[in-house]
């Protein structure tokens, strides 16, 4: 499990960005696969889930995840649901104290956020797509309207695929040049003609200083490049592989 600096700061709550050790799994989900959406068998998830939460000294029922879709719609959390009832959304926010916010990935980004003063949480799951559409901006702003204060949200980006492994086609810088030409920054050429290769976190860092949260960390690691520590849709993609475990990252108020 790893922390941020910023978030180890508010002093009221607790997090993780959890690697794919110390769980039950096998095969490609070996080992602390969380995520219900893989082929892995339920019984096994569940357990995985029980196990990151006991790390961060919370019942596995505690744990609140969503049916993520790439969109920028956030759910406000005030008690936890079954399974089945999950929200077709990205985001979390909650203010209520030992209801931990979940999310899961396997490249995109894991995006922690939480106000200084202990009023509010929010956790985001941020792909291209949802972070083009505005997923951090509409979790900043419904953690906003629980009572947070915006200068005083800290955030923290996870596990994420780096630059270095995420080449795109030439078709793909363009809805975010239409956007602002400064986002020419987040794109290199790739060895492939055509090709560039694009700066997730660093797009990520930006929309989230432009919503003025100003204290954010990242951390230095590839999803796609560390095999032994994540989990990688990219890495599957690229060996032909069927499918592939979800990395968790949680949160919570602890009172």
């Given at each position: ?17 959890f ?12 080992s602390?696969n ?61 203010r ?14 894991p ?10 949480i ?18 900043i702003?419904?953690?906003v ?10 955030a ?45 976190k660093?797009?990520?860092?930006r929309?989230l200083?432009?919503?003025?949260v ?38 919570y108020?602890?009172?």
């Amino acid at each position: 499990m790893l922390s941020l600096g910023p978030l180890n700061e508010v002093a009221c709550i607790r997090h993780g960005f959890f690697s794919r050790n110390g769980g039950v799994s096998d095969g490609a989900y070996d080992s602390l696969n969380c995520g219900y959406g893989s082929g892995d068998a339920a019984e096994k998830v569940s357990e995985n889930r029980v196990r990151a939460m006991a790390m961060l000294e919370l019942d596995g029922d505690r744990l609140v995840t969503t049916y993520q879709c790439h969109s920028a719609e956030v759910a406000v959390v005030e008690e936890p649901w079954e399974r089945e009832d999950a929200p077709k959304v990205d985001a979390l926010v909650t203010r209520r104290p030992k209801l931990a916010l979940g999310i899961l990935t396997a490249d995109c980004a894991p995006v922690l956020m939480a106000d200084a003063k202990g009023r509010a949480i929010g956790a985001a799951h941020a792909g291209w797509r949802g972070a083009l559409g505005g997923i951090l901006e509409a979790t900043i702003e419904a953690m906003v309207a629980l009572g947070a204060e915006r200068e005083a949200i800290v955030a923290g980006v996870g596990p994420t695929i780096g630059q270095r492994s995420y080449e795109v086609g030439l078709e793909f810088p363009a809805p975010f040049l239409e956007q602002s030409e400064d986002n020419g920054d987040f794109f290199y050429p790739a060895r492939r003609e055509g090709h560039f290769m694009f700066d997730l976190k660093g797009y990520i860092a930006r929309r989230l200083g432009r919503a003025e949260v100003t204290r954010i960390q990242i951390l230095p690691c590839d999803t796609c490049a560390e095999e032994n520590r994540f989990f990688s849709y990219r890495r599957a993609c690229l060996r032909g592989e069927s499918d592939y475990g979800r990395g968790l990252s949680a949160i919570y108020l602890e009172h």
